[in-house]
């Protein structure tokens, strides 16, 4: 009967660890993941600007944060988005260079929000075809 206790103990951690997991939270890794993926890749970026990321993930943070409190004046909405960029753009430039590729990042971010977006709903398409 003692040799079962430290079995059963450890399978009661496992199944523990297990409901414990977020799949929504494993999920935002992978996406997060894909996404530096995407970036790196179209702006070619180098181990010297290495630096870019974490000034990108305050970017981000602060976009997210503003679509957060978002209210029902999409003009506002708009104006707050477009003044983060405007405090991030000299950041931007400073470790990126040109301004091309500092537009370029914009442009990049919605791009893989919106190639995204897309693949949620052939998703949910598909689900609801099913």
């Known amino acids: 009967m003692k040799k079962h206790i430290p079995l059963a103990i450890l399978l009661l951690a496992i199944s523990f660890y297990g409901v414990c997991q977020n799949p929504k939270a494993s999920a935002a890794r992978n996406i997060q993941g ?26 981000a943070d602060e976009l997210a944060k503003a679509r ?12 707050k988005i477009l003044e983060i960029r405007k405090r991030f753009r000299p950041e931007f430039k ?33 689900k609801s075809n099913q």
């Open 68 to 79: 957060k409190e978002q209210t029902e004046d999409l003009i506002a909405n708009e104006e």
């Open 34 to 59: 894909l996404k530096i993926e995407f970036i790196t890749r179209q702006l070619k970026l180098t181990t010297e600007e290495a630096g870019f990321w974490p000034v990108y993930y305050g970017y």
């Open 94 to 126: 400073e470790i990126l260079v040109s301004d091309q590729r500092v537009m370029k990042v914009f442009q990049l971010d919605r791009d893989f929000n919106d190639m995204l977006k897309a693949e949620l709903q052939k998703r949910e398409q598909q």
